[in-house]
């Protein structure tokens, strides 16, 4: 009698999910790097380079969070078997 070998599932770490982490951990680096960015030059009108910095990487923490999930959703689409935009 002939086995018919089981579908291996698709491995755990692929490249997508590194860049995700990469996306999702990089904020959390930057800003607990507190010593690169502790100091009021050079401003941006008028706002010390502390205080800019931090609400720069608001902005780029959305853009790398939706950018995360796009990833997560085509991801989980291509492990189903669906179709990836």
């Known amino acids: 009698m002939s086995e018919v070998p089981l579908p291996t599932p698709p ?4 490249p997508v999910r590194v860049v995700i ?11 607990l790097w507190v010593g690169s960015y502790a ?5 941006f ?3 010390p380079f502390f205080y800019w910095y931090q609400m720069l990487w608001v902005i780029i923490s959305t853009g790398l969070t939706m950018l995360a999930y796009t990833l997560w959703k ?5 492990r189903k078997g669906g179709v990836s935009a």
């Open 39 to 43: 100091k009021a030059d050079p401003a």
């Open 45 to 47: 009108i008028g706002i």
């Open 21 to 31: 982490a990469i996306c999702l951990a990089a904020p959390f680096v930057a800003l």
């Open 11 to 14: 491995p755990t770490v692929t």
């Open 74 to 78: 085509r991801d989980q689409r291509s």
